[in-house]
């Protein structure tokens, strides 16, 4: 098991969760605006950060969860807020809420644009998953078994895209490492987040081996 708890085939090498991004070529300016998840988040994270072998802090998967525009509806907010607290109490998470592109503009124009600043919004080296209605469906053990080979991999950010209300633009499906659908049916974007959000939860506790999947 990794020092969360979470059961890995082999001791992976993660980025610390607090560490500061640099790209080619970039000065350091201000990082991305982020929506915080919780007020506690951060203080949860370090409170938990594991220590390595020598007393080194061990390094971790961070897990993003990227979305076009702000979370509009009341109970999916409050239901958000319920799920990542839970959340942080296995790995760093972090939700990247984008700004809306403004419009009116034709749809493959509007889907262009929101892939751009979703992908320029991206950690370096990140693992993008993009949530698509028409990408693969897996069941949740299979999803979870999924997430465990990245970790295994030493993967230092993965990030999960919630699209705009046309959808993915067809840069970040090149981009994405699995597009993956939650449901043939059709959902409200604000209600895919929370959606999922719970969907990650219930695989954390899988991993750890804890029984909420069966509750």
Excluded: C
Excluded at 129 to 146: H, M, R
């Amino acid at each position: 098991m990794d020092p969360y708890g979470l059961r890995l085939a082999r001791r992976p090498y993660f980025l610390r969760a607090a560490a500061r991004l640099l790209r080619p070529g970039r000065t350091l300016g201000r990082l991305p605006r982020l929506r915080r998840a919780g007020a506690a988040q951060a203080a949860d994270a370090r409170e938990g950060e594991p220590q390595a072998r020598g007393g080194r802090r061990a390094r971790i998967v961070k897990l993003w969860l990227a979305a076009i525009g702000k979370t509009k509806t009341p109970f999916v907010a409050d239901g958000l807020a319920h799920y990542e607290k839970r959340l942080v109490r296995y790995l760093p998470y972090e939700r990247l809420e984008l700004p809306d592109v403004k419009g009116p503009l034709p749809e493959a124009e509007q889907k262009r644009r929101e892939a751009e600043r979703l992908l320029a919004a991206l950690p370096h080296g990140a693992t993008l998953v993009a949530l698509d209605g028409k990408g693969k469906s897996l069941a949740t053990e299979a999803f979870a078994a999924w997430l465990q080979g990245r970790m295994n991999a030493g993967t230092a950010h993965i990030v999960f895209a919630v699209g705009g209300a046309y959808g993915h633009g067809e840069d970040v499906l090149r981009r994405a490492e699995l597009a993956l659908s939650l449901s043939p049916l059709t959902f409200p974007h604000d209600l895919v987040r929370l959606i999922f959000a719970e969907q990650l939860y219930r695989i954390l506790t899988i991993l750890k081996g804890e029984p909420y999947h069966h509750g």
